[in-house]
């Protein structure tokens, strides 16, 4: 019994006495700089890769020689790399105004 009482006053007292830790301040502007940089870079790869979906989409519209079934596909082709450049930039969008929203939020310098 007198152990557990030693031992409880023992651990009592070096929580109390313990110095408090503090974190670092945060650096939200770095973060936020870092998922920007990989946005922009896959929204970039996004825009290089329905381009070469629009021009592939075009060569075989051209030289599909009035054949339904190519013409159709080539249409797809298309319309596709389009929904996929929209979906894209509407993700950059959403992520700059999210990103907007959590500057002010946080208070990020700019």
Same mark, same amino acid.
């Given at each position: 019994?007198k152990?557990?009482?030693?031992?409880?006053?023992?651990?009592?007292?070096?929580?109390?006495?313990?110095?408090?830790?503090?974190a670092q &301040?945060?650096?939200?502007?770095?973060? #936020?700089n870092?998922?920007?940089s990989i %946005?922009?870079i896959?929204?970039t /790869? =996004?825009?290089?890769?329905?381009?070469g979906?629009f021009v592939w989409?075009?060569?075989?519209?051209i030289?599909? &020689?009035?054949?339904?079934?190519?013409? #159709?596909?080539?249409?797809k082709t298309? %319309?596709y790399?389009?929904?996929? /450049? =929209?979906?894209?930039l509407?993700?950059?969008v959403f992520s700059n105004?999210v990103s907007?929203?959590?500057?002010?939020?946080?208070g990020?310098?700019?």
């Amino acid at each position: 019994m007198k152990k557990i009482i030693v031992l409880n006053s023992l651990i009592l007292t070096s929580l109390l006495v313990a110095t408090p830790v503090f974190a670092q &301040s945060a650096d939200v502007s770095r973060i #936020e700089n870092f998922i920007r940089s990989i %946005i922009q870079i896959l929204v970039t /790869l =996004a825009g290089v890769t329905a381009t070469g979906f629009f021009v592939w989409g075009g060569f075989r519209y051209i030289t599909s &020689s009035g054949s339904p079934e190519q013409l #159709e596909g080539a249409k797809k082709t298309i %319309i596709y790399s389009a929904m996929g /450049l =929209a979906i894209a930039l509407g993700a950059f969008v959403f992520s700059n105004i999210v990103s907007e929203l959590a500057s002010t939020a946080f208070g990020a310098a700019q």
